[in-house]
């Protein structure tokens, strides 16, 4: 695997002059993180950021959660204008961590970081470190240029953010808080980016998450030989429980942030946004709408079933994992349901659980994002949407900071962007990712 290094200076005006490359080095870095604590750890690209950081003349810190799981925190920029003192620090955030990649399953290796077809391919390349390389980009050219932002703003790349973060931001919110002493809102992943809809190009904006739910369920019986009667098997029992919310068919509910992607979708279809046609409206978006037809509802899948040692053994214990997802407004009505559901006999634990969050979309942030989209690409809609995965976003809205998905790119029409995230052969256009620079060197201006 190639080493890591530092770019060459580019001129000062040209903010996404680094972006390719900084991805490509990023890539290169393996951290891939295999979940339950196995990780190949972040360490040597948190020193990466954090030297790239310190070149510039922003001075970073890494701070290790555990061994070998670090992060990066710099405070940069701030006036001392009664207004920017108002709006209070802004926290741009990026994971530095990678689910894995099977290189044999790949068209390139997952870590070369190869650009082919007009693509940066790599396992990271849209989840996130894409994004880490946009900040970079425009951090750096902007501190070379003496533009730091009026705002202050706080950078962080974290650790474990596939796994929950529960050795990253969890731990820095919890260990770490004055790092972000200030902050009223945040801006990290997955937003910002383009879709398709009856011809219109339209960027979806984070505005909210659904609650993370992983579940081991467990089921006890009474052991004995397979051959003889059993009324008190416990596969028996927690096999039903699964099928039950295996085949579950939870309502359509709306929250706000749905309510107003769906009117801009119905504004374009020529159609009143409803309940009732809402998951016509979202097969709109295509391939998109394995991932926007998800947040219509709560959900609860399945993913792991463990019982026995012999064909001729009824054991004892069986358990099974199932990852639910929420959303915000209908916790009371997920829990509920998974309860009944579940039945007597069959336990509950969880292995994670995280709130859903909401913010309304409004305000200057809001106009900043907008702006800069648009400034970007004229004739673009720009519109809200809910989170049907979970991000680090779900820490740093414990410290009362609203929070955004903002990681902007232009997309072209035939490709299937959601399918990436954790998908083989993973990649993002080069000019997807200059154009995230730009927008979000823009979005400096007006934060």
């Known amino acids: 695997m190639a080493e890591s290094t530092t770019p060459t200076p580019v001129p000062d005006h040209d903010v996404a002059a680094e972006v390719v490359e900084l991805c490509r080095d990023l890539i290169r870095i393996d951290t891939s993180n295999y979940g339950g604590g196995e990780s190949t750890g972040e360490r040597k690209a948190a020193e990466h950021v954090a030297a790239l950081l310190d070149e510039v003349g922003i001075a970073a810190e890494v701070i290790e959660t555990r061994p070998g799981r670090a992060n990066v925190v710099a405070r940069w920029g701030g006036s ?4 920017t003192a108002e709006r209070g620090a802004l926290l741009l955030h990026g994971h530095l961590d990678v689910v894995p990649a099977a290189a044999e399953d790949w068209t390139v290796h997952p870590f070369s970081g190869e650009v082919q077809d007009g693509y940066v391919w790599g396992r ?8 880490d390389a946009m900040l970079l980009s425009v951090v750096r050219a902007r501190q070379r240029a003496g533009r730091a932002p009026e705002r202050e703003v706080v950078l962080c790349f974290t650790a474990d953010e596939e796994a929950g973060g529960h050795d990253g931001a969890q731990l820095l ?6 790092w972000f002493e200030g902050c009223t809102e945040a801006v990290g992943e997955v937003g910002g980016f383009s879709t398709t809809v009856r011809g219109r190009r339209l960027y979806l904006i984070e505005a909210a998450e659904k609650g993370m739910a992983w579940m081991r369920l467990s089921a006890r019986g009474s052991a004995g030989h397979g051959s003889m009667l059993n009324d008190d098997n416990a596969v028996t029992r927690l096999a039903s429980a699964v099928a039950r919310i295996g085949a579950h068919d939870w309502p359509v509910r709306l929250t706000p942030t749905m309510q107003t992607l769906l009117a801009t979708v119905g504004e374009v279809a020529g159609v009143e946004a409803t309940p009732a046609n809402a998951p016509a409206l979202v097969e709109e978006f295509g391939a998109a709408a394995r991932m926007l037809g998800a947040v219509l509802r709560n959900s609860a899948n399945p993913t792991m079933l463990e019982a026995g040692y012999k064909v001729n053994v009824i054991p004892t214990d069986a358990t099974a994992h199932v990852d639910g997802r929420f959303l915000p407004g209908f916790e009371d009505e997920f829990f509920a349901t998974l309860a009944e559901l579940t039945g ?3 336990d509950i634990d969880f292995v ?3 709130e859903p969050w909401e913010t309304p979309y409004d305000g200057a942030l809001v106009d900043a994002m907008t702006r800069s989209l648009l400034a970007e690409d004229p004739e673009a809609l720009v519109a809200p949407y809910l989170m049907s995965a979970g991000t680090d976003a779900k820490h740093f809205t414990k410290l009362g900071m609203r929070s955004f998905g903002f990681a902007p790119l232009r997309l072209p029409d035939d490709l299937d962007f959601t399918s990436l995230f954790h998908g083989v052969d993973e990649r993002v256009p080069v000019d997807a990712l200059e154009f995230g620079a730009r927008v979000m060197d823009r979005f400096l201006d007006h934060a």
């Open 124 to 131: 990271g390349a849209v989840d996130m470190k894409d994004f």
């Open 344 to 346: 007597e006999g069959v």
């Open 173 to 178: 919110v919890e260990n770490h808080a004055e």
């Open 80 to 83: 001392s204008s009664a207004a």
């Open 352 to 354: 994670s659980r995280q």
